[in-house]
């Protein structure tokens, strides 16, 4: 499924328009990144897990990204995080970004969000325009700004 280039981004959404989106958002924004795209939690888990139909990621390295919806199929996005969260120090999932990138605006959601383990919580904008912007400078910040070692 993959080449053996190593994955920058994983793009857990379940909306496809919204999904390809930020896959071209991103792309676009940023030189020679390699994007990964799921529809629902249950899928972004078997990636990161080397499960499933993603097996043969075994020994693979993780995202440098994620950018996580909360509202999904499967394992929704608050599960997602809490699995990956929930590994010790010594695992490099553990370490891996992981952006809420969802509609919802619930003060609840947002505290249980950054109490799981999340880097960042943002809303998604309404109009397309707004929203190709934010995944640029989203992807560009966290990507190309941000110093993790």
């Given at each position: 499924?993959?080449n053996?280039?190593?994955?920058?981004?994983?793009?857990?959404?379940d909306?496809?328009c919204?999904?390809?989106?930020?896959?071209?958002?991103l792309?676009?924004?940023i030189h020679?990144?390699?994007?990964?795209?799921?529809c629902d939690g249950t899928?972004?888990?078997?990636?990161?897990?080397?499960r499933?139909?993603?097996?043969?990621?075994?020994?693979?390295?993780?995202?440098?990204?994620?950018?996580?919806?909360?509202?999904?199929?499967?394992?929704?996005?608050f599960?997602?995080?809490?699995?990956?969260?929930?590994?010790?120090?010594d695992?490099a999932l553990?370490?891996?970004l992981v952006?809420?990138?969802t509609d919802?605006?619930?003060?609840?959601?947002i505290t249980?969000?950054y109490?799981?383990?999340?880097?960042?919580?943002?809303?998604?904008?309404?109009s397309?325009?707004?929203f190709?912007a934010v995944?640029?400078?989203?992807?560009?910040y966290w990507?190309t700004h941000?110093?993790?070692?």
């Amino acid at each position: 499924m993959l080449n053996d280039e190593p994955v920058d981004i994983l793009v857990v959404e379940d909306n496809a328009c919204e999904r390809a989106s930020v896959v071209e958002s991103l792309q676009g924004a940023i030189h020679d990144v390699q994007v990964v795209a799921v529809c629902d939690g249950t899928e972004a888990l078997d990636f990161l897990f080397a499960r499933g139909a993603w097996v043969d990621r075994v020994g693979a390295d993780s995202p440098r990204l994620i950018l996580l919806d909360l509202a999904l199929p499967g394992a929704d996005g608050f599960s997602v995080l809490a699995q990956v969260r929930s590994l010790g120090a010594d695992n490099a999932l553990a370490l891996t970004l992981v952006v809420i990138f969802t509609d919802s605006q619930a003060t609840g959601d947002i505290t249980r969000g950054y109490r799981c383990g999340a880097n960042s919580y943002i809303m998604k904008p309404v109009s397309f325009p707004d929203f190709q912007a934010v995944v640029r400078s989203v992807g560009q910040y966290w990507m190309t700004h941000n110093i993790t070692s």
